[in-house]
């Protein structure tokens, strides 16, 4: 099994166990224990499917305004929970390939091997909700035929990702690209960067 398939079953898992109680207040399981990058992958993707959730509450047209804005909160904290945990998984293959020496021609890639995880990681919970849509028993046979239509375009676009991640890590491995870990520099969460946030500082 390659590293792109098993991310695959792994996000697969995450998203099918956070719809036992399907809470985004449910605390996130421990399957792979707390250490490891499977257990940094399993996270990650709790947090997109939790986030997937907050992201429909957050749509209601009748949320409360306070309600709302107590949710816009989590959904930022979330978001920077998401990009910490992506910056660790980049930071794995960084200490993975440490020794590789690129090749004099090597280049660099558009994205780095931990965001088009992450991208693997929101089209497996993409494809668990345009499944539930395509067999959906209370809706029209044209929506279910317009989501299954999707749900294949869906899962074509995770063979191609799944290959596409496995081919720039193989030539990571072999020298001939290279990466860097780019941290994302935040700005609107940081009291210091943030002029609405350090202009109220007493």
Known sequence: MTFSQNC????DRATADYHLTDSIDAPAPKPYGTEG???TLYGKN?????QWHMEDLIRDPQIEPVQAVALKRIIDKSNQDRTDLVEEIDSYF???YKDVK?????????ESPAWAIDRLSILA???YHMRQEAERADATPEHRAR????LDVLLEQRRDLTQAIDTLLEDIAAGQKYMKVY???KMYNDADTNPVLYGKKS
């Not at 690129?102 to 890639?109: M, Q, R, S």
């Open 37 to 39: 990058i499977e257990a």
């Open 8 to 11: 695959n079953e792994i996000f």
């Open 125 to 127: 919970v993409k494809i």
């Open 94 to 96: 960084r200490d993975k």
């Open 102 to 110: 690129p090749l004099p021609e090597a280049t660099i890639n558009t």
């Open 147 to 150: 989501c299954a239509a999707k």
């Open 183 to 185: 941290r994302q520099m």
């Open 46 to 50: 709790w947090i997109d499917v939790c």
